[in-house]
């Protein structure tokens, strides 16, 4: 069938045009500025949460199968060594114990304290731990680095010996180009340039250069990894995992144990959390999904492996930390050049980018350049993490801005606004800024500062960018309208916690218009046909459209049924608010005409076509609708203490349409949160003498607690982007992308004093003070 | 009520209601494992089993809390089962009618669901769900609470509940619309059907085999019955909260031979204030002694209202704070200050050390062999002392200082008479600033003489560097700390902590400080 063309009104409010679009002739008519919609939109509670407070939903943690076994691993000591001999005949005949496995092999390097080494089953997860001590391991320690800078001089120990191929996952941002080659333990990856910055730079008359550090992030869901397998014969598996790409899961299961994808099963009925760590059936730094399944396979029976926290904070992946050399030139009051030379580590892996920001931001300025290196340590490997990269690149550029700002005595917010040539984030900024009191709390923080107050305020604002990812042709959705009425939504999609069950009962209400409790989703499961992986904010924008065209579809043939019993031509049947059709005077319940379905049930499947839209602007450099977003952030501190409270943050976020502004909002609050965490508290400490981290744990590794959480507010900006047939684009990435750069802002502004550091401590403070702060006599 | 066997007893607890008798289980088993293990109830999860993230939050009924039973809401991850001997848990599977009847998806819609199920799902306040069976028990905990009657109060009770999504605001929100609602039904009903005190006693042996080592367990009725115990059994080790110990057991891999706790010993639990002097019993939980002295003794109050969670402050002891002797140990500068004296006993009796002399060294205390730490005794400060409370760390709740403070002055006739200024933090165990005190006596008690003073904290502390501060910011912090204390106690001598969490660690007051 051919293509066909549809003119749909897009845009944002005050913003909003006729456009032309083409559309593959099995797409459902977008939805646009002039629907009117019931149930898209309006605020639905999670289906799932009577199943969450009543300890119902099952995770993988908490399944447990018949004869099912505990595994445990036992991961390297030394940041570096190579492995002599490996013996685990002792653990072999201990109580409880039905398979034990050398993972690493004599002659093997190990590059990170954690790696794994040798495994265990046991019929209980303790007979697993104590058959580990027994098995023996003769290492001979290498040296090894595991601090950037250390790693980057010329007489650092080498951490790989040949170049290494990227590690990437559906948490990565797509279409990156290739990285260039190794120099010592630095490999560059690609430079963007526009302009000629060291020209721009010479021709500026305002220049501010600094550096800027950024620590590592772990992504601390709280439940950890895990896998339990249990084979099917000797060709299929069943496997549950805690994972944010079921697929994934399964790709990498046929993959390893040679098996056809389609004999791979993959549950995950719950999931406690991912933030981009949770690809693949394995973590980053441990074969987690190899592991379970050798052992299952040798010991004939199911076989669960959960990481311990210690485990989770060291293997599992983390955001890479940075260095990051800033250089802005300012010329007659304008933004003329920016430069940055980052350097950070991912650990043993890749991907130590700091995100679009710096270059794909502020792109009225004609000159930008961004060199990103990575910089291998003896470290656990690095992976994606909610927004990978942004957060680090935002938090140099906001705060480099702002010093710009007031060495060139100009406002911070009016640079931004001067700079920024997306329609709809200029407006965010301004009504931002009046909602917020931007004029009126800078005045304050200046006064306070003036006043040399024990406790000051301050406020700062920064940018978000991200874009529409949304995948074409990967998620198949099935749609059953049941002779019983009820409409089965079916999608092998994972809920990570975003609501995506959810959202896929409000598009089939909405199409149906039936209630929803009519509505079953059936997720979680790749028998439910494939699906996306919960990452790069793509799940919404990839799933949904899928679902509403099997919607459509089975509601065509629903309606030639109407039309039979109605005894008029399709096209003249008429659906009313509760889905009773009417037609030739005559008209027939939903339940009543279900139970005409010849057959069990009407069933449609389909999928999504590429992206058609990207009102009113793409993402630079491709065809992809970009996610705007601004947050301003309050912060109080006192400059005796340097304890650092965030007091309010205001975030302002677009996403398309809105299709559940509850589950909206939740995940921007929850940006926020890890945001806010991120600028003041997180930090893996990896000790430099033992090569092994300090913190693998809560408690010395602190996440933002309920007492810590600012006031939050939301400012939804919703637009019809024509990017899809529902409109929806993602939230997960963009609300965190900004807020510890706003808030590195606000402190800045609160102590006249930048702190160039993450995360920004009471230390840090009173050290960005430079002296014990003196009272005027 | 006493479950006593001829040779050995079974520990017996109620969980949900049901009598469990267990038998064959070592006695380090914690009461997670055994919930979601040989008890088939996983909706308590396990999120870090080290007491910091609260997922496995479960409510235990202390039938020995002052002023009659309560519910505590705990880590279940750190309780090691025998503590829990002829105790009723609830768990989050308890709290719906119908809970367990249905799986999978699609499994209800909520009917038969607690008060504070339903606030939860109405507040919206699961993301990914995995903290919510923990956070729904410490609102259970808040519920049945008549005493949550102002907001730093709410935050509190939920702090030990870490989130990683989203929740933490419509959590709040949740627990301020059940807090204190204490409903008329099966729950109020079992609490008030507990006894004032089961004392319930146990001997409970665990024979290893195939590799693992044999484990006794005891739970004493008397200090006789313990001196005995500690005779016969050298190796012995004490516990009551287990939030130290048990890290030892989830983290080490410990299985200690020889357990006791202390739960049962009455004495050992009493909480007395009369005729100027606080006496706090070994076994007194932290949580009950920040109640007590939230209006009667503020600087204690203050220092632990950031000291731990709820949960952990449910379960450990003031005894388990003291002896296990911490350089920071945020109690003990407080004893310092106030001027306490540390009751230690034996077989031969008593015998009284003051403060300044329990903590030996770097985590090491004054007890000799077979002495046992029974209370501190303190007199409430004089009426011309002023005294504040501080601890710094980077978040609030549950967070080791980087520096703890308690500083004392006693004021006669504007002139500083005495000074005891105490520190946790700086050195290798909490101690006193001798020469910033010395600086202050005979001073006018003034902002300059406090100026003047903390200019001498490098005379008393050459503190340590570490990845919670370095030596040069526990030093400032330290001497900014002395300075903060004109201030802060220019409005009331011993001020508490404001009602909402502020930047501040010093005053009570706003943020409208300023020295112009």
């Known amino acids: 069938m051919a293509d066909r063309k549809q003119t749909l009104r897009l845009g944002f409010e005050g913003h909003l045009r006729k456009v032309d679009v083409t559309l593959p002739a099995t797409e459902a008519t977008p939805w646009d500025a002039d629907s009117k919609l019931e149930i898209v939109g309006t605020e639905v509670p999670r289906l799932d949460g009577h199943l969450k407070v009543s300890g119902r939903a099952k995770y993988t943690f908490d399944v447990a199968l018949p004869g099912m076994l505990w595994a445990a691993v036992l991961r390297s000591p030394h940041p570096a060594a190579r492995i002599e001999s490996i013996d685990v005949s002792k653990a072999e005949g201990q109580p409880g114990v039905k398979a034990v496995l050398a993972v690493a092999k004599p002659g093997d390097t190990l590059r990170f304290a954690g790696q794994d080494v040798a495994a265990v089953a046991a019929e209980r997860p303790e007979q697993a731990r104590d058959a580990l001590a027994l098995i023996e391991v003769r290492y001979t320690p290498l040296p090894f680095v595991v601090d950037t800078e250390g790693a980057m001089r010329d007489k650092a120990p080498r951490v790989h010996e040949a170049p290494i191929t990227e590690r990437r996952t559906e948490g990565d941002e797509p279409g990156k180009a290739k990285a260039g080659g190794m120099q010592g333990n630095v490999r560059a990856l690609p430079p963007n340039e526009r302009g000629n910055v060291d020209k721009a730079l010479r021709e500026s008359d305002v220049v501010h250069e600094a550096t800027y550090v950024t620590q590592v992030q772990t992504h601390s869901a709280l439940e950890t990894h895990g896998v339990l397998v249990r084979w099917d014969g000797d060709q299929s598996m069943t496997v549950w995992a805690s994972t944010q790409g079921i697929f994934s899961v399964r790709d990498e299961m046929a993959e390893v144990f040679g098996l056809a994808p389609s004999k791979v099963r993959v549950i995950t009925e719950y999931l406690g959390g991912g933030f981009g760590a949770k690809f693949g059936a394995s973590a980053p730094g441990s074969r987690l999904g190899f592991i379970a399944g050798e052992l299952s396979r040798l010991a004939r029976a199911p076989v669960k492996l959960m990481c311990d926290r210690h485990e989770e904070h060291v293997c599992t992946g983390n955001r890479p930390d940075s260095r990051q050399a800033v250089a802005l030139g300012g010329r007659r009051g304008k933004l003329h050049a920016i430069d940055v030379v980052a350097h950070g580590t991912a650990g043993i892996g890749t991907g130590a980018g700091v995100g679009r920001n710096a270059f794909s931001l502020y792109t009225r300025c004609p000159n930008a350049r961004v060199r990103a290196h990575d910089v291998f340590t003896n470290g656990g490997p690095g992976t994606a993490m909610r927004a990978p990269g942004h957060p680090q690149g935002a938090f140099a550029l906001e705060l480099a801005l702002d010093e710009l700002a007031a060495k060139m005595g100009v406002d911070p917010l009016k640079l931004r606004l001067d700079h920024d040539e997306h329609p709809l984030r200029s407006m965010q900024l301004r009504q931002g800024a009046e909602r917020f009191g931007w004029d009126e709390l800078r005045k304050r923080s200046a006064q306070l500062r003036s006043r040399n107050t024990r406790v000051r305020k301050g406020v700062g604002v920064a940018s978000s960018l991200w874009g529409d990812f949304g995948r074409a042709n990967a998620a198949v959705a099935t749609c059953s309208v049941l002779r019983d009425g009820t409409i089965e939504l079916k999608n092998g999609v994972q809920d990570i916690g975003g609501g995506i069950p959810t959202v896929i009962a409000q598009v089939g209400a909405e199409v149906f218009a039936r209630p929803l409790s009519t509505i079953r989703v059936r997720y979680g499961d790749s028998d439910y046909g494939p699906s996306v992986g919960s990452g790069g904010s793509t799940t919404t924008s990839s799933v949904t459209p899928a679902v509403r065209n099997a919607c459509e579809q089975a509601r065509v043939a629903l309606q030639e049924l109407a039309a039979k019993q109605l005894k008029v031509p399709a096209g003249e049947v008429r659906w009313d608010g509760d889905g009773t059709a009417h037609g030739g005077g005559g008209s027939i319940t939903f339940g009543q005409l279900c139970k005409k379905i010849d057959g069990e049930a009407i069933v449609a499947t389909a999928t999504r076509p590429a992206t058609y839209g990207h009102e009113p602007m793409a993402f630079p450099g491709s065809k992809f609708y970009q996610i705007a977003g601004a947050q301003f952030a309050e912060v109080e501190v006192d400059t005796w203490t340097g304890v650092v409270r965030a007091t309010r943050v205001l975030a302002v976020h677009d996403c398309g349409r809105v299709m559940n502004p509850l589950t909206l909002r939740s995940q921007i609050n929850g940006g926020v949160i890890q945001g806010t965490s991120y600028a003041l508290m997180e930090e893996r400490v990896l000790d430099g003498d033992l090569g092994r981290m300090l913190n693998p744990n809560l408690e010395s590794y602190k996440i933002l607690g309920a007492r810590d959480v600012p006031e939050i507010e939301v400012m939804l900006t919703e637009v019809h982007t024509g990017a899809n047939n529902t409109g929806a684009v993602g939230i997960g990435e963009p609300a965190t992308v900004p807020t510890a750069a706003a808030i590195a802002c606000a402190v800045y502004d609160a102590l006249g004093v930048p702190v160039r550091s993450l995360p920004i401590t009471p230390a840090k403070v009173l050290e960005a003070l430079g002296m014990i702060p003196g009272r005027p006599a | ?516």
């Open chain 2, 1 to 516: 009520m006493r479950y006593a066997g001829p040779d050995m007893d079974a520990v017996l607890l109620h969980v949900n209601g049901e009598a469990r008798e267990v038998l064959d289980v070592s006695p380090t088993t914690t009461l997670l494992e055994y919930l979601r293990g040989p008890a088939g109830l996983s909706g308590t999860k396990e999120g870090c089993a080290e007491g910091d993230c609260g997922a496995c939050t479960v409510v235990v009924i202390d039938p020995d809390a002052p002023g009659g039973p309560r519910f505590r809401a705990v880590n279940s991850c750190l309780l090691l089962l025998p503590l829990l001997h002829g105790k009723h848990v609830l768990t989050v599977e308890a709290l719906s009618q119908h809970g367990g009847q249905h799986g999978g998806q699609h499994g209800g819609d909520g009917p038969g669901h607690h008060p504070v199920q339903q606030a939860l799902v109405a507040a919206l306040g699961s993301q990914c769900g995995y903290c919510t069976p923990g956070v729904i028990m410490s609102m259970f905990e808040a519920c049945y609470r008549g005493d949550l009657d102002a907001p730093w109060k709410l935050d509190d009770q939920m702090c030990g509940n870490l989130c990683r999504c989203t929740g933490y605001r419509p959590i709040r929100e949740a627990t301020q619309q059940i807090a204190g609602l204490r409903p008329d039904d099966r729950f109020g009903a079992a609490l008030a059907e507990v006894g004032p005190s089961t004392s319930a006693t146990l001997r409970y042996a665990f024979e290893g085999r195939g590799g693992t080592p044999s484990q006794s367990f005891w739970i004493p009725g008397t200090l006789s019955e313990l001196w005995d115990l500690m005779d016969a059994h050298p190796e012995l080790r004490l516990v009551v909260g287990a939030t130290d110990l048990g890290l030892d057991v989830t983290k080490k891999g410990e299985r200690f031979p020889a357990l006791a706790s202390l739960q049962a010993i009455a004495e050992l639990r009493r909480l007395e204030h009369a005729d100027g002097r606080w006496s706090i019993g070994a076994t007194v939980r932290l949580a009950d002694l920040e109640d007590a002295t939230a209006q009667a003794l503020p600087p204690m109050a203050r220092m632990l209202r950031f000291f731990g969670s709820r949960q952990i402050k449910n379960s450990a002891t003031v005894g388990g704070n003291l002896c296990n002797a911490s350089p920071i140990g945020d109690l003990a500068p407080v004893l310092l200050a106030l001027d306490a004296t540390m009751v230690v006993a034996g077989r031969s009796g008593e015998r009284r050390v003051p403060a300044g002399e329990f903590f030996v060294s770097y985590r090491s205390t004054a007890l000799r062999p077979g002495e046992l730490f029974v209370r501190v005794e303190l007199p409430d400060p004089p009426a011309n002392a002023r005294v504040v409370a501080y601890k710094v760390s980077k978040r609030r709740e549950m967070d080791i200082s980087a520096v703890a403070a308690a500083l004392r002055v006693d004021v006669d006739g504007g002139v500083v008479t005495a000074a005891r200024l105490a520190f946790g933090g700086m050195a290798a165990t909490p101690a006193r600033a001798r020469a910033v005190e010395a600086a202050l006596v005979g001073q006018p008690w003034s902002q300059a003489s406090c100026d003047a003073a903390a200019e001498r904290i490098g005379d008393d502390f050459t503190p340590m560097s570490d990845h919670r501060g370095s030596a040069w910011y526990r030093a400032t912090v330290a001497g900014n700390l002395v300075r903060a204390m004109f201030d802060d106690t220019s409005q009331c001598a011993m001020p508490g902590l404001p009602d909402r969490p502020t930047s501040m660690v010093g005053t009570a007051g706003s943020s409208s400080v300023h020295h112009p």
